[in-house]
């Protein structure tokens, strides 16, 4: 995994100007956002740019490597990815050891753990390997990498401009939302899943960064490419409503292929690390020539990303039991490919195995209910989505992206219920994510956007309680209040002020109004009010307000001021505490 | 009024000197980034321009192969070439009409169907594509779908000769419709595009046998018709047309019209010499016609000489009756109609010798015989088989009776 410079300071490094974060806020408070912006844009064309290099260069390297259109029992099927699986083990062993892997962890590292560093070797190191091993035809995608390379480029243009430490980290995923969404020619879907499987959550601060990264991207990706979307299918007009059914049999069938798909990697990733290190140089060899065997003894379609070979699954030009025996292959090919450690990234053969098992799905229904009106094209699209939803685990990604790559909007009833069926699905049957079990193989412990997604997050009203403290009014005189006070067993009083804002008051500070002879006990009070709760907001929100306030009333939002309850730290802490013994 | 930072107060002299370093220093810093940007567009430019040079000579090759493959009838082959093209050049029109066209000529239907389908999709409107779909659809015997994109391929886009090329669309679907048992659609289309193709002869006498295939002789006959009154008659066309209506007119009952199509027939075969074999036949069915028409009793005929063809006509019938008649006797009158044979008997009995006066003189009588001969001619064929010679002419004349023009 990437590891910054030791003395790298990320500020001082690139210019004679030295000022700290501080100084810097000082004497420039806005340029903080306004670069961010700025370089948004250039990031995203720049990752536009490279993104198409690298596509060309892959589709330069097939031609030469494998020819224009490779064919069984072509010998170079056999020494191409063997001989270039060797040569990128080399490349990887001595000179860019950080380009291992798909990409996604690696960028999540940056994020996480090195405050978004990713240095210049590490990017070029993924797209040189990469290239080769996709172009010699080892069974693995270049959207992953496109995403590294994206993010990697924002790690070195923005390190070369004094940002805050905070902006630093937070132009990985602009990057990687920006070469994911050229490598895809989708926007939406690049920065969904940049939100849903890098950082987590819709942050405000990254959000107009990242989409103005990815459309950069995209024009720049279609000035070279066209805008024409990746696949084309006939329409889906659902006649019967009960079609919907042999969908929801993709969705069962597809979570089922992911499953297994990621259990085959969980499993031979960890076994081919644990064999003697030596052998470590040889394995994407072995798994290039496997490869290769596959494609020379007849089934060269698994060969390299394949969205030719998707495409001519979408236009309904293979039989089911050729789709069913390239989906199966295709698992094998990528879980060699893969574990064998050779950069390239999961996506496309995802996608190939969702497309071929999906159009393997609806053949074989069509036979059984040839009234079915929609196309194997459109069983192969729906496929493509439910391997991604149950295999990346981005369901909101994986029906957008589907949208995206089709540009075929009658297609969404189906995507979303079979991508639901194979999300749920997969969840239940193999809990930990792929790319979790890839991290934790690795040793690192990165966050899971799928648990981040799904933590029960305890609100304010979790914690109230009824207040024992006597309620008084501001305009009451302060010795009635400390009259009120002494009857009551708490220290402490409410004061609803003037504008329904409410003041603790302790014992001392209403001896003190007593004794200073003032009229009405607001008036001897200080300017600063308790800050307005409500029972809605995240409980973690009233935490830094307990150094200031030993008891926070929470109001009601529609009646300003209305006394809902009161929070303790302690009644916050022990919320927490029963919280946790509930999730055991 | 001095500028404020961040935290509200004025700058002093060293922090305004070090914001403008830090906005010369942006300056540069974004100049180099544009810089950097322009240099990787122009780099990624030639590169993309090399490769697209490159895939465009690649793509160009295979599709080479598979057109010849194609036109070599090797369908198979051409398959794999033209998705080998595609490969490299994934979307280009042309190839994927070629690769849909070989899938077709394959045999791989379903293929070939789901492929049009998805070019349509993006050009609903496209004449050929919408053809080439009900093709298959007829193929896939699917006919509401074929006469569907039949229509929708007359309706459609044809870029370059739209009027003919929709002119055989039309004939196609009539051929197709025609095919489905569809007779009168096949007509309102045939009409339409005879109406289109008045300068066409070719495709006249096209629409004219569609007609008459179609049943509608009298259609059929006017289009030959047409087709005669704009090509001179010693055209291919015109000869086509003047069979046709030998043919169309015969069964009709219209003998004078055959026989005066024929005869225009071989006065042209005979004048370009023509090899003998070809005016032979036409000479033999002009000689049948003219037999014909001499024994076909024509409401225009003078009283006297219809009743002496009469006559003559009842002799000949009666002995088909009488050997017929001695036949079925001989079997027992076992035979179905034997019996309705027999009971033209008493009939014949009446008109043995019939005396040329009173039939001259009777039309109920003469219309009483003209009906027994008519009979006569139909029930021998049924019970003794086909007659030769006159008795032959006359079942034609009693199955197809004598019609003026």
Partial sequence: METPPATMDTNAKSTPLTLSEEEMQQIAPARGEGLFLVLSIFIGVLSGLMVVCFRISIEWLQVLLLGSVPHPGQLRLLYAPALVGLLVALLVRYFFPNARGSGINQTKAALYIYNGYISFRTMLGKFITSALAIGAGHSLGPEDPSLQIGAGLASVVSRHLRLSRERLRLFAPVGAAAGLAAAFNAPISAILFVIEEVIGNWSAAVLGSIVL??????????????????????????????????????????????????RLLAWLRPWLRALPKKTIVWQPAIAGLLVGAIGYFGFPQVMGPGYAVIDHAMHGEYLWHVLLALAILKILATTLSFSSGTPGGMFAPTLFIGAMLGGAVGSVEKIFFPHLTGSVGSYALVGMGVLFAGFIRTPLTSVF?????????????????????????????????????????????????????????????????????????????????????????????????????????????????????????????PEERVPMLYPDLALEESLPHFRRWPLLPVVNRAVSGLLEGVLTQDDVLECYRNHLRGQG | MAARGGDGHPWNAVQRSQRRHLMVQDGIALLSLFGITVALAILTYFFFSSFRVHRQILEARWYERGQKAAAAGHAADAVEDFRSALALSSGNRAYELSLAQALAAAGRTDEAYAYYSLLRESKPGDGLLNLCLARLAAQKNNSAEAIAYYRAALNGDWLAEGVSRRREARLELAAYLLKQHMPAQAQAELLTAEGNALEDPAVMNKIAALLDQAGFQSDALTAYQRTLQRVPVNSGEALQALLGTDRIAESMGNYTMAARALERYLNHVRSVAHPPESSSVAEAALGRLQRLQALALSPNLPPHQRAQRLAHDAAVAHARFATCSTQQLALMLTAPGAATLTSLAPEWKKFVHPSIARLTASQPMQDELASLIDQTEIWTNKLCGAPTGENALLLQLATVPYRTE
């Fill in chain 1, 213 to 262: 990264a990815a459309v950069s991207s995209v024009v720049v990706a279609r000035a070279f490419w066209g805008a024409e979307p990746m696949f084309h299918i006939p329409s889906v007009n659902l006649r019967d409503n009960r079609e919907l059914l042999a969908y929801a049999v993709l969705g069962i069938i597809g979570g089922l292929a992911s499953v297994l798909f990621s």
């Fill in chain 1, 401 to 525: 992206m589907v949208l995206e790559v089709s540009g075929n909007y009658s297609i969404i009833l189906p995507v979303i219920l079979a991508n639901t069926l194979a999300y749920l699905l997969a969840r239940s049957l193999q809990p930990v994510p792929i790319f979790e079990v890839l991290t934790h193989q690795d040793g690192l412990s990165l966050p899971s956007m799928e648990e981040v997604r799904e933590e029960i997050s305890l609100r304010m009203e979790d914690a109230l309680h009824a207040t024992e403290a006597p309620i008084v009014l501001g305009t009451d005189p302060p010795a009635h209040v400390v009259a009120s006070m002494k009857k009551a067993p708490s220290e402490l009083a409410l004061v609803r002020c003037s504008g329904n804002h409410w003041y603790v008051l302790t014992a001392q500070e209403a001896a003190k109004a007593a004794q200073s002879g003032a009229e009405s006990v607001e008036s001897a009070l």
